[in-house]
């Protein structure tokens, strides 16, 4: 009989769901408005601190994705046509995907070894560059990919340099710390996803988080289709049906009460790969935790040395996992390799993104893990 599924990251109750679905039903709270929904954003608040760096309030709004949520984003900075918005190239195309909605040309950067993220030096030049040509740079997006934290001190102050607002897209990173602080409460506006692959779940679900409380009551205003305070339904300008649903929020309630285990469990996952593998000489694991950095290592990512392993590449050890009913995946193609992208500009560093999507898989990472599962993979990838 085959082994089970090992997926890569799949989602992981908490035991709580059913009793704040169960409290929803039988209150009526079954429309995308409820109790549930604002008690939600004020514990996701709490799990974020409550403020941010500057000692601001911080607001939340609860969104039916992170991709909603940066849309939303984009939008309240007026990004439009004619607009360029500089991006990450080594991320998921939902980082990027909102630009285009609106109209904007999108442009990118390149990451840095030491986090996966994108470089300071290449942020520095592209807009240095941009602005000698007279383009119009409305906004920086800033990925924490696989969790790790980006070089938010240096990113940040890059970009202030250049008066140009950043959204830090944390979709993967909840949990993560940077210097003792929460991700997502440094930047003029943060998204977070509850897609089912995160850390923690709404089933499909985002958020977008602001110390700014007119950027929150104009988010929650488009994320609202627009609606005027009228008796009729009255509407000045076009929005979205981007609201999160009260069902849903129960459901991120209950996951928002393990968010810690969960970040425990992941670390603890990527502990045990690192132990079991550490003595194959082909394979190395990144990237290392700078100091002040913390990941909630969302997915375990490793890179295959061609070196020592010329003629095996990330895709032969993928398939050979799955002979073994494991699930595993390539890193992000950069987006500047996306034939929807090809036309885009992208402002290299060293071929960083480019070296870790050529060397790079993620591993099975679920916080549900047991050992005799990380047992199962590490054989798996010895036996290769």
């Given at each position: 009989m085959a082994a089970p599924r090992l997926y890569l990251s799949p989602p992981h109750?908490?035991?709580?769901?059913?009793?704040?679905?169960?409290?929803?039903?039988?209150?009526?709270?079954?429309?995308?408005?409820?109790?549930?929904?604002p008690a939600f954003e004020a514990e996701l608040v709490a799990e974020l601190g409550g403020t941010d760096e500057a000692g601001r309030p911080l607001h939340a709004i609860a969104l039916s994705s992170g991709t909603a949520a940066l849309?939303?984003?984009?939008?309240l900075l007026d990004v439009g046509p004619g607009d360029e918005v500089v991006c990450a190239s080594f991320t998921f195309a939902a980082s990027a995907g909102p630009i285009l909605?609106?109209?904007?040309?999108?442009?990118?950067?390149d990451s840095e070894a030491q986090t996966?993220?994108?470089?300071p030096a290449a942020l520095r030049e592209c807009l240095a560059a941009r602005r000698r040509l007279g383009k119009r740079v409305k906004a920086v997006i800033v990925v924490d990919l696989y969790g790790m934290p980006a070089d938010l001190d240096a990113l940040l102050a890059i970009a202030a340099e250049f008066d140009v607002p950043v959204i830090e897209d944390a979709a993967e990173a909840l949990g993560s710390t940077l210097h003792?602080?929460?991700l997502g409460t440094r930047a003029?506006?943060?998204?977070?996803?509850?897609?089912?692959?995160?850390?923690?779940?709404t089933s499909g679900g985002g958020a977008l988080v602001t110390a700014d409380p007119a950027l929150a009551a104009r988010a929650l205003h488009l994320a609202t289709q627009a609606?005027?305070?009228?008796?009729?339904?009255?509407?000045?300008?076009?929005?979205?049906?981007?609201?999160?649903?009260?069902?849903?929020?129960?459901?991120?309630?209950?996951?928002?009460?393990?968010?810690?285990?969960?970040?425990?469990?992941?670390?603890?996952?990527?502990?045990?790969?690192?132990?079991?593998?550490?003595f194959l000489d082909f394979l190395e694991f990144g990237p290392d935790e700078p100091s002040g950095f913390c990941s909630n290592r969302w997915l375990t990512t490793i890179l295959l040395d061609p070196a020592v392993a010329p003629d095996h590449s990330p895709e032969h050890l993928r398939q050979h996992l799955e002979r073994f009913n494991i699930e595993?995946?390539?890193?992000?193609?950069?987006?500047?390799?996306?034939p929807v992208f090809k036309d885009a500009l992208y402002y290299d560093h060293g071929g960083t993104a480019d070296g870790l999507f050529a060397r790079g898989l993620c591993l099975p990472s679920g916080s549900a893990m047991k050992e005799p599962e990380l047992d199962r993979v590490a054989t798996a990838v010895m036996r290769f």
């Open positions: 109750l908490g035991g709580h769901e059913l009793n704040y679905l169960s409290k929803a039903l039988a209150d009526g709270w079954i429309a995308p408005a409820g109790p549930h929904l849309h939303v984003a984009l939008r909605y609106l109209g904007a040309t999108p442009v990118f950067v996966w993220n994108m470089a003792g602080r929460p003029a506006m943060s998204i977070f996803s509850f897609n089912g692959n995160k850390i923690i779940t609606k005027e305070a009228a008796a009729h339904y009255e509407h000045v300008e076009i929005g979205y049906n981007y609201r999160l649903s009260n069902l849903l929020a129960g459901v991120g309630r209950a996951q928002l009460e393990v968010l810690p285990d969960r970040v425990k469990a992941r670390r603890w996952i990527h502990r045990q790969y690192r132990e079991k593998l550490r595993a995946r390539p890193l992000w193609k950069p987006l500047h390799r996306q």
